[in-house]
């Protein structure tokens, strides 16, 4: 069976933060670009917020749209995912493919050392604890007591119109809150 095309990481030397994702969408692979989906709010919510403005303001847009995934890892942002199979939503990532994904994901971390890792939700969040650092239990939103290597973990909520009990103005508080985690230094 022949492996399915993914979205590739969008990374690069001296990042601040790498957003991480649970898994590609099939619609966001077919386009060839992270949160693509018309109804995912991330663009909105990431160009909003105190994290994107810079971004917006250097480059010259009001908001940044999911072409611009290529660009933000030369202002210091990167976007990866848990699990790169894609599929037609998150609840199809199994616990397999979870405990296969997070080793890769972890040596992607580590090769990259950014300032914070932020993953969008609980349920990317959760699986990375118990497969990548042997750590059970709750977790809370904003900044995490574990680390990766001494890397900082945050968890933001998910920006996906399925997760529509938080709100657009939730999404960029959220990140208002990292941009403050971020400037205050995070190590």
Request: with cysteine; proline share 10%; net charge positive.
């Amino acid at each position: 069976m022949p492996e399915l095309a993914t979205l590739p990481d969008r990374l690069g030397p001296n990042l601040r933060l790498i957003l991480v994702g649970i898994n590609p969408s099939l619609y966001a692979v077919a386009q060839g670009h992270y949160f693509a989906r018309p109804q995912n709010r991330f663009w909105s919510a990431f160009s909003a917020s105190r994290l994107g403005q810079p971004i917006c303001r250097a480059l010259g847009v009001d908001r940044l749209i999911p072409e611009h995934d290529v660009l933000l890892p030369e202002y210091g942002v990167g976007l990866t995912d848990v699990v790169k199979t894609p599929s037609v939503s998150a609840n199809s990532v199994t616990p397999a493919m979870f405990r296969e994904g997070v080793p890769r994901l972890c040596a992607t971390l580590r090769a990259c050392r950014p300032r914070v890792v932020a993953f969008h939700g609980m349920t990317g969040f959760r699986p990375f604890l118990r497969f990548g650092l042997g750590v059970t239990g709750a977790a809370n939103w904003g900044p995490q007591s574990h680390t990766l290597e001494g890397i900082p973990l945050y968890v933001l909520p998910n920006p996906s119109g399925a997760n529509a009990h938080f709100k657009p103005a939730d999404l960029v508080t959220g990140y208002n809150r990292l941009a403050d985690f971020l400037d205050r230094g995070s190590r």
